[in-house]
């Protein structure tokens, strides 16, 4: 297990705040939906954070702005200690790269395997032509596929291998960090589990920092060191993987271990067995977000929204579990 928390920080994220304007219906009003609130995170060197929660809980939203794809409405994102802004779009890509859920869509069809690995490092100009060559079919033979597949097109392959040219377009001018969105999810369970070792090999190899985000808790088990958990846009509880699956410490994380003792495979998402459904993220509810579908809520929760606080078990933010405890 790596001491990773305790490491270098290359990636952080102070206060993000993120709010879509969006329309309701078509005739009507515009609203904001508050899809990150308050998020602080780091990540720090060659260490796995696994970010988890249901579909729709900001989880894609705070990717896309570690990538500087979307501009938070507040709050800062630092790269090695520096304000993200202040790097180009083609500096940020040295340092941070994407891998997506669905490689199909994130590889151009058109053009054959060995120019969408080749075309990051014809943009970074680096090497002459004769290395680029060299360091495209060595980064072919990394992720694991053969040589011939360089003269082939994105649609003339499996999905576990699209999804392995993803990781090599991603890897080829050896970023510091990896944000990996799903990357398995769309794959048969046999081939994510080839893809999840390859991306440990990998990690090990070049020393690389993810960011791993996924629904399946199973995923985050496997390869994070650390879990964020997410509810309605907000970190509920962050901790190492032990803690987390061990002793969780949020109700909402205790809700998702307890669904997973019940796998439903097929389904994209765990059955969470709540009282309520998930709520409208235009209209949150008040408090804690979670407290209409806890079992432990008590009146107060509905009063007060809790921040997320120290505990020797990890960060949780649950009024039961701090306000109250050291009140006792
Ligand atoms: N471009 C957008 N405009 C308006 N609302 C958006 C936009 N993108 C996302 N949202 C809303 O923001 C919230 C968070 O969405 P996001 O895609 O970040 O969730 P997610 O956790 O990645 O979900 P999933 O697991 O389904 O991928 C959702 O309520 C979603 O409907
Ligand atoms: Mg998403």
Do not use: W
Not at 118 to 142: F, N, Q, Y
Not at 249 to 262: E, G, I, M, N
Request: include cysteine.
């Amino acid at each position: 297990m790596k001491l990773a928390s305790k490491g270098m920080s290359v990636l952080e994220l102070q206060d993000i705040q993120k709010c879509y304007d969006v329309r309701l219906g078509m005739f009507g009003g515009r609203a904001k939906l508050q899809a990150v609130r308050d998020v602080s995170l780091n990540l720090c060197k060659g260490e796995t954070l696994g970010v988890v929660g249901e579909s729709g809980c900001g989880k894609s939203t705070l990717a896309k702005i570690l990538m500087g794809l979307l501009k938070p409405s507040q709050g800062k994102v630092l790269i090695d200690g520096q304000p993200l802004e202040g790097f180009s779009p083609k500096d940020l890509s040295r340092k941070v790269q994407p891998v997506f859920q669905n490689p199909y869509s994130s590889l151009n069809p058109r053009k054959k395997i060995f120019d969408i690995i080749s075309m990051p490092l014809e943009l970074h100009e680096l090497g002459t032509k004769a290395d680029r060559r060299k360091t495209v079919m060595d980064m072919i033979e990394k992720v694991g596929l053969p040589p011939s597949i360089a003269e082939r097109f994105p649609s003339q392959l499996s999905g576990g291998q699209r999804q392995r040219i993803a990781i090599a377009r991603a890897l080829v001018v050896r970023p510091e960090v990896v944000i990996l969105d799903e990357p398995t999810s769309a794959l048969d369970v046999s081939v994510q589990a080839q893809i999840l070792n390859l991306l440990k090999d990998l990690q090990q190899e070049y020393g690389l920092t993810y960011l791993m985000i996924s629904h399946d808790l199973s995923v985050i088990e496997y390869l994070a060191d650390r879990v964020a958990v997410m509810y309605l846009g907000a970190i509920v509880e962050v901790a190492s993987v032990d803690k987390v699956f061990k002793a969780p410490q949020h109700p909402y994380t205790q809700a998702l271990l307890d669904s997973v003792l019940t796998p439903e495979p097929g389904l994209g998402l765990p059955h969470v067995n709540l009282t309520a459904g998930f709520p409208n993220p235009l209209n949150p509810p008040s408090g804690c977000a979670f407290h209409p579908r806890c079992v432990s809520a008590l009146p107060e929760c509905a009063q007060h929204r809790p921040q997320l606080t120290s505990t020797s078990l990890g960060d949780v933010a649950c009024l039961l579990k701090t306000d109250f405890q050291q009140k006792i």
